[in-house]
């Protein structure tokens, strides 16, 4: 297990306990996990998250790469929906990572285009260049970060 994972897997499974009934909007919801890399075995979110008993149950995997995303350009058809079963459910959708939104968003689209609702999406972790050139600068960071802490009770959902 590497040194971080412990702290991610715990961060969002509080994040999904506290806040799942209005991200959701009341409704339960399987998970899916999208992995854009194709890579052997399961994606390491889904393995972290398989570890939190109250969320076990409910993950599914249920995307599979189907071509390369590129980078800020979302597709329709990056991912194939595994899962049959899913049609007319409501999921949601977890991602590892955010840096432009084009997995998630494929992901997102591949799933409605099977019939399946999805209902929310969180990420764990986002991807933040600081430049003026590429993203906001590190002056506009650290300014923002000061003024906004973290903290559990607040849900961008809400």
């Not at 969002?12 to 306990?17: D, N, P």
């Not at 009341?26 to 393995?47: C, K, Q, V, Y």
């Not at 390369?68 to 079963?85: C, E, M, N, R």
């Not at 906004?148 to 961008?156: D, E, I, N």
């Amino acid at each position: 297990m590497r040194s971080l994972e412990p702290l991610a897997t715990s961060l969002t499974a509080r994040f999904i306990h506290d806040h799942e009934t209005h991200v959701v909007t009341g409704a339960s919801a399987d998970a899916t996990i999208p992995s854009s890399r194709g890579r052997p075995g399961n994606p390491p979110l889904f393995e972290a998250l398989n570890r939190v008993p109250s969320l076990r149950e409910r993950l599914r995997l249920v995307l599979a790469p189907n071509k390369p995303i590129g980078h800020l350009k979302a597709q329709d058809d990056g991912f194939q929906v595994t899962d049959s079963t899913l049609k007319g459910r409501r999921v949601l959708l977890a991602d590892d990572t955010f840096t432009s939104g084009a997995a998630i968003q494929s992901a997102a689209s591949a799933l409605q285009l099977a019939g399946v609702e999805v209902a929310a999406a969180i990420v764990v972790g986002r991807y933040i260049t600081l430049s003026e050139e590429h993203g906001p600068s590190a002056e506009w960071w650290d300014e923002h970060r000061k003024s906004q802490p973290f903290t559990f009770s607040v849900c961008s959902a809400e």
